[in-house]
């Protein structure tokens, strides 16, 4: 893509390169699938040639991207296709200088980094690798000195939501970071073996999420908040919150089949209370399994005229 061309982040394409990773985190949604094949560099590229051409932004995803040998050669391969290339990545091999290096003149334009904690002790306990949280960070100052745009997002769960502020004051004495997101948890098959230490109710986030916001903002971070219903937020926060339901994805990988499996995007919903609610076209919803293990008590509806905020 030239440089002068705006392009439009909104379209993108996630493509799973493995589901092998070396954290071993407590609501992983890939490790029940680790068995499962990866594609080929041949098939990657394919990939890249036919599938995503409509899609001006590649991610490539895991389990951990960075596993895989071919990495680089797959980052060069796409930038020479045009797409602008992001890695969804834990970070911790980015410790390595000479890898990090090696990544960045492949032409790396980002990396958006899970970061569970402003600790070790609560990063390394999501995560369950000791070390993992000085990995990421050592990592992403390796980043930040090839000028790679560094996002980074925490899975708001039971054992860190209660600190999302301080996680935001750690990421904005971090210059080098340009944008701060919290997601909410998508309640996998590893999440509910580890529900009585992960999991918790949306509505019990919502304040530590809107303090963080502030924190973030404030500091001229750009800020986000992802698969959250507006209608659990105050309005003043409602503009923080992208509608996932409409941003253009597509998710490729390998199914446990052996065969390339191309997936339109389904991720946020909405849940039957909110058919009424003026604010449904705009509202993200959140993940499915979230309503169907809490159903949808905590929502609030918005049967009359809201006001303006956006």
């Not at 092998?20 to 609501?27: D, E, M, T, Y």
């Not at 990939?47 to 899609?55: P, T, W």
Request: glycine share 6%.
């Amino acid at each position: 893509m030239e440089e002068n061309i705006k392009i439009d982040k909104s379209k993108r394409s996630f493509i799973i390169l493995t589901r092998r990773c070396i954290n071993n985190c407590l609501f992983c949604t890939e490790k029940s699938k680790a068995h499962w094949p990866e594609p080929t560099t041949k098939e990657v590229k394919e990939i890249l040639m036919r599938d995503c051409k409509l899609f001006p932004c590649v991610d490539f995803s895991g389990g951990e991207p960075t596993l895989r040998k071919d990495i680089c050669e797959l980052i060069e391969y796409a930038k020479k296709l045009g797409y602008y290339v992001r890695l969804f990545t834990n970070g911790r091999l980015f410790s390595n200088s000479e890898f990090t290096k090696r990544v960045a003149m492949a032409g790396l334009d980002a990396v958006l980094i899970p970061l569970h904690g402003h600790t070790a002790e609560i990063h390394d306990r999501v995560t369950q690798k000791s070390g993992s949280f000085k990995q990421t960070i050592l990592g992403i100052k390796n980043l930040a000195s090839y000028n790679i745009e560094i996002q980074l997002k925490t899975i708001s769960n039971k054992i860190n939501y209660k600190i999302l502020p301080n996680v935001a004051s750690f990421v904005v004495s971090l210059p080098y970071v340009c944008s701060f997101g919290m997601d909410m948890l998508v309640i996998s098959k590893i999440a509910l073996e580890n529900k009585e230490t992960i999991l918790t109710k949306l509505s019990n986030m919502v304040p530590y999420i809107e303090r963080a916001v502030d924190i973030s903002i404030n500091a001229g971070k750009k800020t986000s908040i992802w698969s959250m219903p507006l209608c659990l937020v105050k309005q003043n926060y409602w503009k923080y919150i992208p509608n996932n339901r409409v941003i253009k994805e597509i998710h490729i990988g390998l199914d446990n089949k052996n065969n390339i499996s191309t997936m339109g995007y389904q991720g946020q919903v909405l849940a039957p209370i909110c058919e009424n609610c003026l604010l449904k076209e705009r509202c993200s919803g959140t993940w499915p399994p979230y309503f169907r293990i809490y159903g949808d008590g905590e929502l609030k509806p918005i049967i009359g005229p809201p006001h303006s905020c956006f």
